[in-house]
């Protein structure tokens, strides 16, 4: 009897817990929405909403989609300041600055190729962003002339996820980045996807394509965790990755470079910014260049482009401990120098006050061993953190520089005559420039012999491009040149007083300028 009662009574007292719940929920308030306007203003404005700021303003991040964004607080350079936040408050901050819904990203093997195609990285091929290993940037098999340009039409159009790295193309692969994280190997004919992969970290580089043994070509790039990574350039197949350097805020900036089986990878940080916590240790971080073996990833040397190791120097304001030299990193692709044996690389400013030779420099290497062979550096006294003004407060640097960074390397360069040693020290404001110009740009009003080294040896002289110009004209900053030198004004043997073309061609080659980060 008593059984039967509990088996009868039993669905009741569950239909009753039931009730109980659903008034209890029903009662219960729900969680407020998060305001992405206000987080935004709690977390963003003060960088994003500043006149003066490098920070892209909220007028800039509104075109952009929430995913995005969404991609930028999570996995991106804005972690720092997304710490703590939920996923919620996240996407809430994200649609409240784009003004959109959230989106979601389209299917990447929505449109995929039916058979492989064929890689190439001959001449008339753009396997890196340099074009070759010694970063001419220039094609000499183009394929089209000048009367082609009006004939040009849209073959096919690419959506890619987030902002993009540039393009190369292999035979018939072109290879593509996005900062959100995905590398795409798409048919250069048609546009149909050969394979897509998620890095898991954000892509600002071009891919560089290179042989391996056995007919093979590999595909390489970094991240923005300081992770190079090697695929299998026609399948996608990862062959190996590693981080190369393990410091928290290293990351892969610049495009890497590929010659005779070897990876040349240069990194770089983010300390600009994550020193502007007065409570961040500034800075313990050194740039530098490290050669792979292209097949295994197998490290052959590591150089750093400032010899020593930070050294404690003093306390900031609030006690914490400063350390320098640092910075110097290698925001750009380095440089082969076959005939002379070497591996270039142009650096950025410094982080900390303290003397170093490294940084606003181009700075050559051993190609087999990594040894710092010489470095001509530009611009002395260049330590710059985002947000100072030049006042000791927390990390800044006192006086702070201009934050004239080099902002892509470079190639060797040879004159009719001889090659030329690396640059003097830049002359000062008003000073006139004395030039060994080419032919084409008529005879120089003043020229002097071209600097040797401490050794006797001359060194080759750097260019971004143009190479028509004076040896250290190339390696000056760009407002220096257009603003703060003069021409010589003396005449000679009827040469102009400003002859156009190099003057112009100075402006336009001058590599080092101030970077909006």
């Known amino acids: 009897m008593i059984h039967r009662f509990i088996r009868l009574a039993a669905p009741l007292c569950v239909a009753l817990v039931s009730l109980v719940l659903a008034n209890a929920q029903a009662e219960t308030p729900a969680p407020p929405q998060p305001d992405g306007k206000a987080l935004f203003q709690e977390r963003c404005s003060a960088c994003h909403d500043r006149k003066e700021s490098r920070a892209p303003p909220s007028s800039y991040l509104a075109t952009r989609l929430p995913t995005e964004i969404v991609y930028t607080l999570t996995k991106g350079e804005m972690r720092p300041q997304a710490a703590g936040l939920s996923a919620q408050q996240i996407e809430a901050l994200a649609v409240a600055l784009t003004g959109r819904p959230m989106d979601v990203l389209p299917d990447p093997k929505a449109n995929l190729c039916a058979a492989p195609g064929h890689i190439a990285t001959g001449v008339a091929d753009w396997p890196a962003w340099g074009h070759d290993a010694h970063n001419t940037r220039f094609q000499t098999e183009a394929g089209i002339a000048v009367t082609d340009l009006p004939k040009l039409k849209t073959k096919f159009v690419f959506a890619l996820p987030g902002l993009a790295g540039s393009p190369v193309v292999a035979g018939d692969?072109?290879?593509?980045?996005?900062?959100?994280?995905?590398?795409?190997?798409?048919?250069?004919?048609?546009?149909?996807?050969?394979?897509?992969?998620?890095?898991?970290?954000?892509?600002?580089?071009?891919?560089?394509?290179?042989?391996?043994?056995?007919?093979?070509?590999?595909?390489?790039?970094?991240?923005?965790?300081?992770?190079?990574?090697?695929?299998?350039?026609?399948?996608?197949?990862?062959?190996?990755?590693?981080?190369?350097?393990?410091?928290?805020?290293?990351?892969?900036?610049?495009?890497?470079?590929?010659?005779?089986?070897?990876?040349?990878?240069?990194?770089?940080?983010?300390?600009?910014?994550?020193?502007?916590?007065?409570?961040?240790?500034?800075?313990?971080?050194?740039?530098?260049?490290?050669?792979?073996?292209?097949?295994?990833?197998?490290?052959?040397?590591?150089?750093?482009?400032?010899?020593?190791?930070?050294?404690?120097?003093?306390?900031?304001?609030?006690?914490?401990?400063?350390?320098g030299p640092s910075g110097a990193g290698v925001w750009s692709a380095p440089t082969i120098d076959d005939k002379r044996g070497l591996v270039y690389a142009a650096t950025g400013d410094a982080y900390s006050n303290g003397k170093t030779d490294a940084s606003d420099a181009v700075i050559a290497f051993d190609i087999k061993t990594g040894k710092r062979v010489w470095a001509s550096q530009v611009m002395k006294d260049d330590a710059w953190l985002y947000q100072c003004d030049g006042k000791p407060v927390g990390n800044c640097p006192a006086p702070q520089g201009p934050d004239f960074d080099f902002s892509r390397c470079c190639r060797p360069w040879r004159t009719a005559r001889r090659s030329w040693s690396h640059p003097p020290n830049p002359p000062t404001p008003g000073r006139s420039i004395p030039t060994r110009r080419a032919r084409s740009c008529g005879r120089p009003a003043s020229a002097r012999a071209a600097p040797t080294s401490r050794s006797g040896a001359r060194p080759p002289i750097m260019t971004a491009s143009m190479s028509r110009l004076p040896a250290w004209v190339r390696l000056v900053p760009r407002k220096a040149v257009s603003a703060a030198f003069r021409w010589p004004t003396a005449r000679s043997r009827g040469a102009p007083n400003r002859p156009p073309r190099c003057a112009a061609g100075a402006r336009r080659a001058a590599s080092i300028s101030s970077r909006a980060r």
């Not at 043994?213 to 197949?237: C, M, S, V, W």
């Not at 990755?241 to 892969?252: C, F, S, T, V």
Request: some cysteine.
């Open 173 to 323: 692969y072109l290879f593509v980045s996005s900062r959100m994280g995905m590398v795409f190997a798409v048919n250069s004919r048609t546009g149909c996807t050969f394979w897509s992969i998620d890095a898991g970290g954000p892509v600002r580089n071009a891919i560089a394509v290179g042989a391996l043994p056995g007919g093979k070509h590999g595909a390489y790039f970094g991240d923005q965790n300081a992770i190079l990574h090697a695929l299998d350039a026609e399948t996608g197949r990862e062959m190996w990755k590693l981080r190369l350097d393990d410091y928290p805020g290293a990351r892969i900036v610049g495009s890497v470079t590929v010659h005779n089986g070897v990876v040349y990878a240069p990194v770089t940080s983010g300390d600009e910014v994550d020193a502007g916590d007065p409570s961040y240790e500034c800075c313990k971080f050194r740039g530098s260049v490290t050669a792979l073996d292209a097949a295994t990833g197998k490290v052959i040397w590591k150089a750093y482009t400032i010899p020593e190791a930070p050294k404690p120097t003093r306390k900031n304001d609030i006690g914490t401990q400063m350390y």
